[in-house]
């Protein structure tokens, strides 16, 4: 059993920044992969950015040079830095976790850019 806490959303300006935070706690050990997803209304909940083992990375192309994804493993925390939102950033991002068996979603926090 994994919990997945967010936090850092909120209504924001287009440019502005937001740094959204991912607290994870129960069985992190089994965690191989964490990350970032985001759903828009009317939209498939899509890949924002990725980590793997603390070390390999992938972000969605719409997101590359603004995002930056990492992680704080004496906090058990993942971090997703946003600079130069733009409005389409607009979306309930989901942290996500998984293992060999297993997957878990956060709630979902709530970020608004706007124009």
């Known amino acids: 059993q994994v919990q997945l806490v967010e936090s850092g959303g909120g209504l924001v300006q287009a440019g502005g920044s937001l740094r959204l935070s991912c607290a994870a706690s129960g069985s992190i050990f089994s965690i191989n992969a964490m990350g970032w997803y985001r759903q828009a209304p009317g939209k498939q909940r899509e890949l924002v950015a990725r980590i793997i083992r603390d070390r390999f990375i992938n972000y969605a192309d719409s997101v590359k040079g603004r995002f930056v994804i990492s992680g704080d493993n004496a906090k058990n925390t993942v971090y997703l830095q946003m600079n130069g939102l733009k409005p389409e950033d607009t979306a309930v991002y989901y942290c996500?976790?998984?293992?060999?068996?297993?997957?878990?979603w956060g709630q979902g926090t709530l970020v608004t850019v706007s124009d």
């Open positions: 996500h976790a998984e293992g060999p068996h297993f997957q878990y």
